[in-house]
């Protein structure tokens, strides 16, 4: 047999033999991974879709901190740029990366446990750590900051375990490097140093007590200290230099570091809060976790019980927890900020599901163990229960819980979002504007669909919750009033909900852009409608503008407001009709009474209204339904002027009487070409009479979406 054979056959039963001692290990990454792929397609979270949105900026060329605002994931999104830049905009190798990383950390979270508590305990805590954290409720299937940075506290963990077992100093700086990556994804990560020094503290053995002994420890303490800061020192070292290369070294300091000191960081907070169900999130992260919480309780209890036996790994695993309790602790409290927890959990819970074991046993059987066991089998219940229902979009929708994995309740699964983007990008030409009205799910479609938004500021639903200037804010109302985006996507749950939205994008998107349709919640605008005619000015959104008058019978104008101001029926105002299952945005304007002699009409007058070339006055006239069958028999006088140059034009005039004419009982649409007005600026008065004889009674009309198109 020749030496290559032997070598051959010496590496295969090399491997055979890893894969026999190591199959359960084995068994649980597989496992693990198996759950990871099911959520691999999950909605895409909120957070989650900025960071790779900020990511892909980064790889345009904007700026961290100057073009971008980031304060949070500064090194996922700069992880993220790897496979955003071999495959695009797709989440799925993202996830697979976070994904890589999990499934590492599920060995190294075995290894250092071994050591602390032996095999079982190691197994058992790979065991829960890889279940749990597939639970919806925390997330971290999602490439979050926090599920992120779990695995390089893991890594770091275990090399400083590596230095106490080898004194090999390297493996401290490799530990601190580690500490200092989860704190470039999540700051309140950097808690980690403190139970790194804490392990190094009692690494000490308490036999030895003579001074020389002591001051021999101290030296070596503060060798091992600097070894474990040098390493964290060095990436900070790196963004330090490379942000004051690019001259933004002040703005990543008062973004990344300042932003989290204690007054921004709760005020911030408490905006942000606003309108939050925490009831919801708390139950989700109580119950879905149950097993996992309960366990880790009893498994505390076992080590502060058992104290000497568990001697430093007791410390260090009930200190891991405290310290990683309080960093996720630090509002805003959603429930995947409790992902940090379950891996000190996990480790606490194997502690006491091995105990068991060691329970007094009675003549017949351990009845602690049992009820242990049943608890544990009871608790999953829940726990499997509410994962089921989440699966696969990650949202909760019952009375009592409300929750969206996307940010927005409208954005309700990874496949709407593909459509939202892809209909975005095959539609919008590269360089050309959208706007996406959500609360966190902005971003998301942004990058999904290959268009930067025109701001820093992205999410322009509430303003509140980025704190975006008042000015920014205006400066994007007035590029929708302008028509700068192509589309405009407003999420919300339905299309008639919209009319009672308070907020000025959509005030002006319902009366100027054209809807094109709606993919789930996703209602999708167009500047254009389906003639290519932009709507250049909407008479219902400069409704407030108008000036209100009627015709005075001695001669000139009277202002309706001053005169019938305490008689609602007769002064106008902007409101929605259905008609024959039509709704559309309106003018209601009832006509004033009269006699015989002397009919008054009302006028809705717009001043200074520039006539654009290719132009068309465009709108819908109509009697509401509810008063058909009594309103007067004359009808509605309907009319328009425009005053150009100081002479009136009568445009516009027609009568309508659908308490007689079936014809009329529908919304009446028309069109006046105003090419001859085109460059000027003229005044239109919307006008309406209560017919010959001045009977006005129940003569409710409207004016349907008034506005002025404008051709390409």
């Not at 268009?451 to 980025?466: A, D, G, I, K, L």
Request: net charge neutral; hydrophobic share 45%; charged share 10%.
């Amino acid at each position: 047999m020749s030496v290559c054979t032997v070598e051959r056959k010496g590496y295969k039963d090399s491997i055979l033999l890893f894969f026999r001692e190591h199959r359960i290990l084995i068994g649980v990454v597989v496992f693990s991974f198996i759950l990871r792929l099911l959520w691999l397609q999950t909605t895409i979270e909120g957070d989650e879709g900025y960071s790779a949105y900020a990511a892909w900026l980064w790889n345009l060329g904007y700026k961290p901190f100057s073009n971008i605002i980031i304060t949070k994931g500064l090194l996922l999104s700069f992880l993220e740029r790897i496979p955003i830049s071999v495959f695009g905009n797709t989440i799925i190798p993202i996830r697979l990366m976070n994904d890589v990383l999990f499934l590492l950390s599920i060995v190294v979270l075995y290894l250092f446990v071994k050591d602390w508590f032996g095999r079982k305990v190691g197994l058992i805590s790979a065991l829960f750590y890889g279940v749990f954290m597939n639970a919806p409720a925390f997330e971290a299937q999602m490439v979050m900051v926090e599920s992120a940075s779990i695995p390089f506290v893991i890594f770091s963990i275990y090399f400083c375990n590596k230095f106490l077992k080898s004194k090999r100093r390297i493996a401290l700086f490799i530990s601190g490097f580690m500490a200092s990556a989860a704190f470039f994804i999540m700051q309140s990560q950097f808690i980690i140093i403190v139970f790194l020094l804490i392990m190094l503290i009692f690494s000490r053995d308490p036999s030895k007590r003579s001074l020389e002994t002591r001051l021999h420890f101290v030296k070596g303490l503060v060798i091992n200290m600097l070894s474990l800061v040098a390493g964290a020192i060095l990436l900070f070292a790196v963004f330090f230099i490379y942000f004051w290369n690019q001259g933004i070294l002040s703005s990543f300091i008062r973004n990344y570091f300042l932003f989290y000191l204690p007054g921004n960081l709760y005020l911030s907070t408490a905006n942000a809060l606003s309108g939050i169900q925490l009831f919801g999130i708390q139950f989700l992260t109580i119950f879905e976790g149950l097993p996992l919480w309960l366990f880790a309780i009893f498994g505390a209890i076992v080590c502060l019980y058992q104290k000497k036996y568990y001697a430093k790994s007791g410390i260090f695993a009930l200190t891991l927890t405290l310290l990683l309790f309080l960093a996720a602790s630090i509002p805003p409290n959603f429930s995947h900020h409790y992902a940090i927890l379950i891996a000190p959990a996990s480790i606490l819970a194997s502690v006491a599901v091995c105990s068991i074991s060691t329970f007094p046993k009675g003549n017949t059987k351990n009845i602690a163990g049992v009820l242990l066991i049943a608890l544990l089998i009871i608790s999953f219940v829940p726990a499997f229960f509410l994962s089921a229902y989440q699966y696969p979009d990650s949202n909760m929708n019952w009375e009592f819980i409300s929750w969206s994995a996307s940010g927005d309740i409208a954005m309700t699964n990874y496949n709407q979002q593909l459509k939202v983007a892809n209909f975005l990008n095959a539609n919008t030409p590269k360089g050309n504007e959208i706007l996406v009205w959500s609360n966190w799910g902005a971003a998301t479609i942004y990058w999904l669909s290959g268009h930067n938004f025109t701001s820093e500021y992205v999410s322009v639903r509430n303003p509140v919750n980025e704190n975006i200037p008042s000015e920014e804010y205006q400066r994007i109302v007035n590029m929708v009033n302008d028509g700068d985006f192509d589309y405009i996507v407003l999420f919300w749950p339905n299309l008639t909900g919209l009319q009672g939205v308070n907020d000025s994008i959509v005030d002006i998107t319902l009366n100027k852009y054209s809807y094109v349709e709606s993919i789930d919640g996703a209602n999708i605008f167009s500047k254009y409608n389906t003639q290519g005619e932009w709507a250049f000015y909407s008479f219902v959104q400069q409704f407030s503008n108008a000036t209100l008058e009627y015709d005075l019978q001695s001669g000139g104008k009277g202002s309706t407001e001053q005169t019938f101001g305490n008689e609602s029926i007769f002064m106008p105002y902007v409101a929605s009709l259905t008609v024959n299952n039509e709704t559309q945005v309106s003018i209601f304007q009832q006509p004033l009474p009269g006699n015989g002699s002397f009919i008054p009409n009302s006028y809705i007058s717009y001043s200074n209204v520039n006539i654009p070339q290719n132009s068309t006055l465009k709108f819908s006239i109509a009697i509401d339904p509810s008063v058909w069958e009594t309103s007067n028999e004359e009808g509605v006088q309907f009319e328009i002027f425009i005053i150009d140059n100081q002479s009136s034009n009568l445009i516009f005039s027609k009568l309508i009487n659908p308490r007689e004419n079936i014809e009329d009982r529908n919304w009446l649409n028309y069109e006046i070409n105003l090419n001859q007005y085109a460059g000027q600026n003229v005044t239109i008065c919307f006008a309406d009479n209560s017919g010959p004889n001045g009977n006005a009674y129940h003569d409710w009309a409207y004016w349907g979406n008034p506005v002025i198109l404008q051709g390409r």
